[in-house]
T-cell receptor, first 115, second 115 residues
């Protein structure tokens, strides 16, 4: 079975500081990897995904993530935080090589950005 | 692309009542997913349709839950004899067919509160 662990349920940064949100997965085969963002009382919006190829992937709003197979990690970063980045972030995986697309999510990390 | 639409956005009901939620996916998407999200947790997979066929159901989906997708368009999720533990956000997502790397697009959810 697949699982996702997000280290740190809350992360607080100052505006302009580096954002680093951690995600580790457990899977017998490297899965497809996704980061989603959720604003209060809204659904989830896809930030970026890794399926194959270049291990550093760029997403929307200046976010990027790097797939590291040896570390089973897919950490999300942004060089400079903006107040509008305050939200909850979810890392998710789906099983590679199947037609099923169900996602397994981590528990989420709430990002707070201080002025 | 009008996005995934869910109705209602909020539902308050008494324990023991039946409730039904509706999801309208993005028109060209033939895959539709239902997830449940409780406070402080990531979404959990409930069930999945490809066109009108329900292909997978989670063990979370007790016999009080039923989902349909007639004609492969909109979907409904019904909960019978609601219980306190059913209080959650119910999220619908849709995607194109293909492998499990297709990104899922989420609606804003239906928040269910059981009195």
């Amino acid at each position: 079975a697949q699982s996702v662990t997000q280290l740190g349920s809350h992360v607080s940064v100052s505006e302009g500081a580096l954002v680093l949100l951690r995600c580790n997965y457990s899977s017998s085969v490297p899965p497809y990897l996704f980061w989603y963002v959720q604003y209060p009382n809204q659904g989830l919006q896809l930030l970026l995904k890794y399926t194959t190829g270049a291990t550093l992937v760029k997403g929307i709003n200046g976010f990027e993530a790097e797939f590291k197979k040896s570390e089973t990690s897919f950490h999300l970063t942004k060089p400079s935080a903006h107040m509008s980045d305050a939200a909850e972030y979810f890392c998710a995986v789906s099983r590679r090589g199947t037609s099923y697309g169900k996602l397994t999510f981590g528990q989420g990390t709430i990002l707070t950005v201080h002025p | 692309d009008t996005g995934v639409s869910q109705d209602p956005r909020h539902k308050i009901t008494k324990r023991g009542q039946n409730v039904t939620f509706r999801c309208d996916p993005i028109s060209e998407h033939n895959r539709l997913y239902w997830y449940r999200q409780t406070l402080g947790q990531g979404p959990e997979f409930l069930t999945y349709f490809q066109n009108e066929a329900q292909l997978e159901k989670s063990r979370l989906l007790s016999d009080r839950f039923s989902a349909e997708r007639p004609k492969g368009s909109f979907s409904t999720l019904e909960i019978q004899r609601t219980e306190q533990g059913d209080s959650a956000m119910y999220l619908c997502a849709s995607s194109l067919a293909g492998y499990s790397n297709q990104p899922q697009h989420f609606g804003d959810g239906t928040r269910l509160s059981i009195l």
